[in-house]
């Protein structure tokens, strides 16, 4: 009886996937630094000395352990084909943390009279600590991911992302992207082209690869001829250098910074768990069969490690499993990726990578992963609860008015506060109606879905269930709270306005919940849907 060969750690595909998972890994890294540094004003050198090492260092580990994990099912099985589970950064988070907590934070950090390099330092703590959060989450909810998929209906916790994705995955960036129209439009309909029309390309070379060449091309091109948009300029080179991502301590002093954000990290850590099982289903029906735990607890790991460290953005396998076994790729692929990235963010290559990819050239990937993860909201839900992933969409419109409305650019600290403390005609002010339905917006999405899709199963104790938790989170701020940054509290410590506010809202949900109580009372009888228009 002869002995099967081990499997082989290279083969040619992995060249293939390799491409794939380094462009959406630079891409992600890009954003972030395009983002806080050319929105925010952040200081470069503190965003690739300090932040990109320790989250770069995060996908090696992850990678690694990935890796391990699929050889481990090869030399079990027998099988040659086993494809490694890919890792990365994860788009919709990375973004959010970037756009949602770490800009506004350092933004709130200047206007409370910090000088920029103690904001920064407050941000990069605040940031490891936001990602020790979510990594916490992750390691425990990693035992009862299945628990969690049972008690929230899928249109809450993907139309709660959806909604995130559409209007500030979706929305933000395209903005960045016609700033430069020409480069922008060129980038975001070769993407296009490649990734939903599915169209042939001239050149054997990965779709998004050849879209990142040609907009840089364009971008540098026009511009050093003078006809690109305006405010062109060359990126001012960070020195290369050594930098290595040694564990520290600094998180535990943005532990108490990361209250205010709570109503975001830990959506963003429960999505991720959420997603990995998912992710791992999707691996199985692939042909490799990974246990989900074992899935999960590795990028909780990576992700801790990544905070602890000084990174800032969390890990996740991506869902294109079965898109990278089709390329060909085996396990190699995660391993060259991993040493790529984690080896090239300490020697700060990967940082000279990512200066260099413009935000008019980045913008457009950002803004398709948006439009492919609300696609993916309404073709993953049953058709009947189309209508309560709608609805989660619109608390992220909210907090899209308050983002632009906030940016003290637009309108001045005091005037946004006036703004906010007094409305004309009856009810509410309207901005701070505004402001309370953008604060907290996923928690809050995922609560309104998980309602209505209830109600729509006939359900309706449960609906009111859900209803009455929604009352409760919104006295503590939670969900809708009264602090334009969105900071929690407690009830009693309540005065004016804000008082008002919180318990108007508590008790709107509660009249609704009891309404549905009493209407939960009716003898059971045949259902009959209202007529259009009624």
């Not at 391993?335 to 990578?353: C, E, H, N, Q, Y």
């Not at 809708?480 to 410590?493: C, T």
């Amino acid at each position: 009886m002869t002995e099967r060969a081990a499997p082989r750690w290279f083969v040619p595909g992995d060249l293939n996937g390799f491409f794939g998972l380094v462009v959406d890994n630079l891409s992600i890294l890009g954003f972030i630094a395009a983002a806080l540094v050319g929105i925010f004003g952040f200081p470069a050198e503190v965003v690739f000395t300090r932040m990109f090492p320790g989250t770069a260092f995060g996908v090696l580990v992850g990678n690694l352990i990935y890796t391990l994990m699929a050889r481990r099912l090869a030399l079990r099985t027998g099988r040659d084909d086993v494809t490694a589970m890919p890792l990365g950064l994860d788009a919709p988070t990375s973004i959010g943390m970037a756009l949602l907590v770490l800009g506004p934070a350092f933004t709130r950090f200047q206007a409370e009279g910090m000088d920029t390099e103690a904001a920064a330092l407050a941000t990069w703590q605040l940031g490891m600590a936001a990602l020790m959060v979510m990594g916490t989450l992750k390691l425990v909810l990693s035992f009862a991911g299945d628990l969690i998929t049972r008690i929230v209906p899928r249109a809450a916790l993907l139309g709660s992302i959806g909604g995130a994705a559409l209007v500030l995955l979706g929305f933000l960036p395209l903005i960045e992207t016609l700033r430069s129209p020409v480069v922008g439009l060129a980038t975001f309909g070769l993407l296009l082209y490649v990734l939903v029309a599915r169209g042939r390309l001239p050149v054997r070379i990965p779709g998004v690869l050849l879209a990142f060449l040609v907009g840089t091309a364009l971008y540098y091109g026009l511009g050093i001829a003078g006809l690109g948009a305006p405010g062109f300029a060359l990126p001012r080179a960070m020195p290369l250098g050594l930098t290595l991502p040694w564990p520290g301590l600094g998180f535990i002093d943005g532990l108490p910074l990361t209250v205010p954000y709570l109503s975001l990290l830990l959506p963003f850590g429960l999505l991720m768990v959420v997603g990995g099982i998912n992710v791992s289903e999707s691996a199985r029906a692939a042909g490799d069969d990974y246990r989900t735990r074992d899935v999960l607890l590795a990028e909780a790991v990576s992700t801790l490690v990544a905070g602890l460290c000084g990174g800032v953005a969390q890990t996740t396998p991506y869902i294109g499993q079965p898109a990278y076994k089709h390329m060909g790729a085996r396990m190699g692929y995660t391993l060259l990726t991993g040493l790529f990235i984690g080896i090239g963010g300490m020697l700060g290559f990967v940082s000279g990578l990512v200066q260099w990819l413009p935000l008019a050239v980045l913008a457009p990937i950002i803004a398709y992963v948006g439009l492919d993860i609300t696609v993916q909201a309404f073709q993953s839900t049953r058709r009947e609860h189309a209508i309560a992933v709608a609805l989660a969409f619109l608390p992220s419109v909210a907090y899209l008015l308050v983002i632009k409305l906030g940016n003290p650019a637009w309108i001045e600290p005091a005037r946004f506060a006036e703004l906010y403390a007094h409305g004309e005609g009856s009810g509410l002010p309207e901005l701070a109606t505004i402001v309370v339905l953008g604060n907290g917006f996923i928690i809050t999405a995922m609560l309104w879905a998980s309602a209505l899709v209830a109600m729509i199963e006939g359900r309706l104790r449960l609906a009111a269930g859900w209803l009455l938790a929604a009352a409760a989170l919104c006295l503590f701020g939670v969900i809708h709270s009264v602090h334009p940054q969105g900071g929690i509290y407690l009830p009693w410590a309540l005065q004016g306005l804000g008082r008002v506010i919180a318990w108007q809202f508590a008790a709107g949900y509660a009249v609704l919940a009891g309404m549905l109580a009493l209407l939960s009372l009716q003898a059971a009888g045949p259902r009959e849907r209202a007529p259009p228009g009624a």
